[in-house]
């Protein structure tokens, strides 16, 4: 297959580039002009240049026989919440535009959207959610996801579309996790906020899989699929394993819901002064202090063929070697 991936110079972007091209595949990577794609290139990836943001080089980049595209591109990497949605909901509905005028739609090719957990929102009872439980985010970064999935449903009659809700993705490479490891390896504490909070989380390779899945196997148009690595995590036992992954047993602290408020609100006026995007603000600390963010997987394994390989205690090791490596534990 010929596939278009957006969002590959990312932490998650180059896993599933490689194991498509591990898997024979053809890939196109829409990439800004400022990125460095010294390693895609390195990849055999084909290069085209454009932005999602501005609209440009979309369409010529879904040209040319296009197969699948996986759309892994957006966050919460911002300044404003406007920036929010336009970074989730305007590039996902830009894409989908460049999808039709491309002939890529009319063909039939499948459109997969990486959207996340936070599009659904928590649990409120603490049990694992299913796909196709009501959608209740929380923050406006959820709001931009759910936004986001619902105008790729709305076109799942006309092609196939599917989409992949990751919980917490983490492991070797990934910056939003690596003050956690160091704060740990340095002070032997791990900051958490409220108690008896759980989570569902995956490593960064079985989630990549699971995406490469729904693009390249044939599944019913509009499923939605949950990824998680079989386990609900408390904070002790996340604890417990960042701890064992530093050397270090650790003491858990429990943060008022006010710090983390304090902390959002200051680094959006260090941002603004900066004129920089942060992945810390007010609006991701709406997601933060939620008691229980899980999920069940289940048929992602049954319709998909997918299991996790790396659990969480063998998963941060592999992340604090790569952080060790890099000098920043």
Not at 156 to 184: K, N
Not at 194 to 220: F, M, Q
Request: glycine residues 10%; charged residues 25%; contains cysteine.
């Amino acid at each position: 297959m010929k596939i278009l991936v957006t969002g590959a110079t990312g932490f998650l972007g180059t896993r599933i580039v490689d194991l498509l091209r591990e898997g024979g595949h053809d890939v196109r990577a829409l990439v800004r002009a400022t990125s460095d794609t010294r390693a895609l290139a390195a990849r055999g990836v084909e290069l085209a240049l454009g932005s999602l943001e501005k609209g440009e080089g979309v369409r010529e980049a879904a040209r040319g026989g296009v197969d699948c595209v996986i759309h892994a591109a957006g966050g919460g990497k911002v300044r404003t919440v406007a920036e929010i949605y336009a970074s989730n909901t305007d590039t996902t509905k830009e894409l989908l535009r460049a999808w039709d005028d491309s002939g890529a739609a009319s063909r039939g090719a499948r459109f997969v959207l990486v959207s996340s957990l936070a599009a659904h929102g928590p649990s409120d009872d603490g049990e694992p959610r299913e796909p196709e439980a009501p959608n209740n985010p929380r923050s406006h970064y959820g709001k931009s996801k759910a936004l986001a999935e619902e105008a790729v449903l709305a076109r799942s009659a006309d092609f196939p579309v599917t989409i992949v809700r990751p919980p917490g993705v983490y492991g070797p490479g990934d910056t939003r996790m690596r003050a956690l490891f160091r704060i740990a390896a340095r002070r032997g504490f791990l900051p958490m906020v409220g108690h008896g909070h759980t989570a569902s989380w995956v490593y960064v390779d079985d989630c990549a899989r699971a995406i490469v899945l729904g693009a390249t196997k044939e599944t019913p148009s509009a499923r939605r699929y949950f990824v998680e690595d079989g386990h609900v995590y408390g904070e002790d036992e996340l604890a417990r394993c960042i701890g064992a992954a530093v050397g270090r047993k650790l003491k858990v602290v429990h943060l008022p819901p006010w710090v983390l408020a304090a902390v959002g609100a200051l680094s959006e006026a260090y941002s603004h002064v900066v004129r920089r995007a942060t992945p810390i603000h007010r609006d991701k600390m709406r997601d933060v202090v939620q008691a229980h963010w899980v999920c069940s997987a289940a048929r992602t394994r049954e319709e998909l063929g997918w299991e996790p390989q790396v659990m969480l205690a063998e998963g941060t090791r592999r992340a604090a070697e790569s952080y060790r490596a890099e000098g920043q534990l």
